[in-house]
Nanobody, 127 residues
Framework: QVQLVESGGGLVQAGGSQIISCVTS????????IAWFRQAPGKARDFVAA????????YYADSVKDRFTISRDNTKNTVYLQMNMTKPEDTAVYYC????????????????????WGQGTQVTVSS
């Protein structure tokens, strides 16, 4: 059974940085495209960033482009989201999601395209 576990959330001041992690177990992390989504209270779950099996293939939502960086370390079965220049509107529960893919450059941006989900980690950006 594949499991995704997020960690690293917490409170950060606006303009500051935070890194959150997603560890994959029960499967080979390198076989999966991984994405981060976020959900603020009363709002839909929004796409944030995704990374394909190839680390050269990444994709970002416009709202986080040039501020957030997604990366992966397959030796640790871990995907990271480095959050810089944070804003209060980045406050949300952040979820990682994964799906096994064959093509090294495939990634997805919609929640229904991902098979496995973590429980989420809260990130709060104070103004």
């Amino acid at each position: 059974q594949v499991q995704l576990v997020e960690s690293g959330g917490g409170l950060v001041q606006a303009g500051g940085s935070q890194i959150i992690s997603c560890v994959t177990s029960g499967g080979t992390s390198s076989d999966y495209a991984i994405a981060w989504f976020r959900q603020a209270p009363g709002k839909a779950r929004d796409f944030v960033a995704a990374i394909a099996r190839s680390v050269r293939r990444t994709y970002y939502a416009d709202s986080v482009k040039d501020r957030f960086t997604i990366s992966r370390d397959n030796t640790k079965n871990t995907v990271y989201l480095q959050m810089n220049m944070t804003k209060p509107e980045d406050t949300a529960v952040y979820y990682c999601a994964g799906s096994a893919v064959v093509n090294y450059y495939t990634l997805f941006t919609r929640p229904h395209e991902y098979t496995y989900w973590g429980q989420g980690t809260q990130v709060t950006v104070s103004s």
